[in-house]
């Protein structure tokens, strides 16, 4: 494996046209606060024009979609993870149909040899509703994951989340050990639970953090969040489970890299992950120079919440929103 020139630096160009800042605060709040309202999610996931925006972000609305982006990866040498897409369900029976669709999405990750795992998140299989629920569909997921050589990552939601999802994950790591769990580097106590999850030999995937949350609770200014997600990644470096590093910030990926090649630390040793339709350049290359690279791939109807938190990180994807709606 030989490393070339810094990612940072200009050569790469954005995989977006528009060279845009993902950091303005008034428009990520603006975002965030539309992706909970129910009553635009509603009109905007049954208009028959939202296919034409949501391409980008999301394989489609079926499993067979996703597969097909899964098999598209798989020969440029990446492999993926498939997110049914939901949350915040709001009945028991919603949770279940998820779980079915969890399950068979994992046979058919299994009887194709596509070698994915699968990414969910817990209020998508009832945690909203009743704990016990949520931890008999996921038992029954992460048995499933187990048989069938696969995993199962567990998206970290927002904060008043965390412990609930932490509590799971343990209890599934105990059971099975086929799960990931998520850590956001916006909470300041995710250095605690990243120790915890290191001295319990947990696989972590590590992101920057997605939701809108409280300065008593994450970093409100987002280059602490960078300099946290730096420290963290050393940290599981140094002694995690099979991490994952989860971001399209170039800077963080190259100190991630010159760290890997500092402390010779093996290529099998840990992975990089990235969202499907973001920084394609960035995804190729690193793959191209013998790193392992998992893309996470969502498909189905309920794409809004996913799709407006796209959004807030990058509010230059509104022009593209806009070009394709208008496009004939
Ligand atoms: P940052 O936001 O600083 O962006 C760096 C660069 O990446 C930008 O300059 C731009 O080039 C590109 N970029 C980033 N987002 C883009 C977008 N939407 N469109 C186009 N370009 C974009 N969060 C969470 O709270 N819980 C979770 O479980 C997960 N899971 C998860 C899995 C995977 C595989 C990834 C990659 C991310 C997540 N996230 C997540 C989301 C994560 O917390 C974060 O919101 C996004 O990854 C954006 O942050 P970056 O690290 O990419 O950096």
């Known amino acids: 494996m030989t490393w070339k020139a810094p990612i940072a630096g200009g050569a790469y160009p954005c995989d977006n046209e528009v060279a845009v800042s993902a950091s303005n605060p008034v428009l990520r709040n603006s975002f965030l606060y539309l992706s909970r ?11 028959p024009l939202s296919k034409r925006f949501t391409g980008r972000f999301v394989a489609g609305n079926t499993l ?26 709001a009945a028991l029976p ?5 779980r079915d669709a969890y399950l068979t999405a994992l046979h058919r990750i299994y009887d194709d040899r596509l070698g994915a795992t699968v990414s ?103 280059k602490d ?14 002694s995690g489970a099979d991490p994952a590093f989860a971001t399209h910030d170039p800077a963080i990926l190259d100190e991630v890299v010159a760290y890997v090649k500092q402390r010779n630390i093996p290529a099998a040793r840990f992975e990089f992950q990235m969202l499907y339709g973001v920084r394609r350049d ?8 013998g790193y392992r690279v998992r893309i996470y791939v969502p498909y189905g109807d309920a794409w809004y919440p996913y799709f407006m938190r796209r959004l807030a990180e990058r509010p230059a994807n509104v022009l593209f929103l806009v070009r394709n709606l208008f496009r004939t």
């Open 37 to 47: 309202q129910g009553w635009l999610r509603r009109w905007t996931e049954t208009s």
């Open 64 to 89: 067979d979609d996703g597969l097909r982006v899964c098999r598209e990866l798989r020969s440029q040498s990446m492999s993926a993870s498939l997110d049914h897409l939901g949350e915040n369900v």
């Open 94 to 98: 919603e949770a279940d149909a998820a």
């Open 120 to 222: 969910m998140k817990l209020t998508s299989l009832g945690l909203d509703i009743s704990e016990s629920a949520c931890e008999r569909n996921t038992d029954s997921l992460v048995s499933k994951a187990k048989e069938t050589g696969s995993r199962i990552e567990m998206d970290m939601e927002s904060a008043e989340y965390t412990d609930r999802t932490l509590r799971l994950v343990h209890l599934m790591h105990e059971r099975y050990a086929s799960v990931r769990a998520v850590i956001q580097a916006y909470l300041y106590r995710s250095e605690n639970d990243i120790a915890d999850l290191c001295r319990r030999g947990v696989p972590v995937r590590l992101c920057k953090g997605a939701y809108k949350e409280p300065p008593n609770v994450a970093f409100p200014d987002k």
């Open 225 to 238: 969040v960078d300099a946290n997600y730096v420290k963290l990644a050393k940290m599981l470096l140094d």
């Open 282 to 289: 960035l995804q190729k290359r690193l793959a191209g120079e």
